[in-house]
């Protein structure tokens, strides 16, 4: 059962806080939420463009596979950050949701959007931009009206226990990035330090963002980014239709 907190104020309209007894009852949530998502996206526009980060939010993904109605061939899939590493290497986020996801759900290879993980991290990053802006040109991802950033259907984010998201780290000056869609980092405080990340207004130009978090361990930035009490960048996500907050109880503990 989930238990929906209230957030009042303009930009608030647009969150929701959905807090679980237990982590399972968050994953049957969060499928059925991407499901439905995912419905409405394919009926509307014959895609469904979705972003993953890597992390404890794969795991909360596993039973969005046992949902039968999803049209898979019309998924889109990319990552919100990456680690410059081969992809069968253990830090992949590649490898980690191709093993616990990818590779149990039919989604046409073509249509996973992997970083060319031979190239230097700034090379990377540019060349996953470049990618995006040609889905851009053949209309399968759409460009946001008020930003001109692109706009995808949904970004699935997990949240780290000093409150970053993606490769956005707190005190890290990507975290104020404004211009480029893809940028690269090779200082990132938690190894290993070379990474590609979406930028901010990249992330909050989406549709739709559910924000996944689990754990006790997790609760005090949960609190900073929700009630504005400190600067965590998960405080600094927002979507343009609709920001979704998945607390299993213990990650809700101090709000």
Partial sequence: MATTASQTGKEENKKRVE?????????????????????????????????????????????????????????????????????????????????????????????VYAINDSLSAEAAADDYETCLKHLVKTNVLRVSDSTGFPKFDLMLLGMGPDGHVASLFPGHGLCSENKKWVASITDSPKPPSERITFTFPVINSSAHVALVVCGSGKAEPVQMALNKTGSVPAGSVSAEEELVWFLDKPASSKL
């Fill in 19 to 111: 807090i679980f007894d237990t982590e399972e009852n968050l994953a049957i949530d969060l499928a059925k939420y991407t499901a439905d998502l995912s419905d409405k996206f394919c009926k509307e526009r014959g895609a469904f463009t979705v972003v993953v980060s890597g992390g404890s939010l794969i795991k909360s993904l596993r039973k969005l596979v046992e949902v039968d109605s999803i049209d898979w061939s019309r998924w889109h899939f990319f990552w919100v950050d990456e680690r410059v590493v081969p992809k069968h290497h253990e830090d992949s986020n590649y490898k980690l949701a191709y093993d616990s996801f990818l590779s149990k759900v039919p989604i046409p290879p073509g249509n």
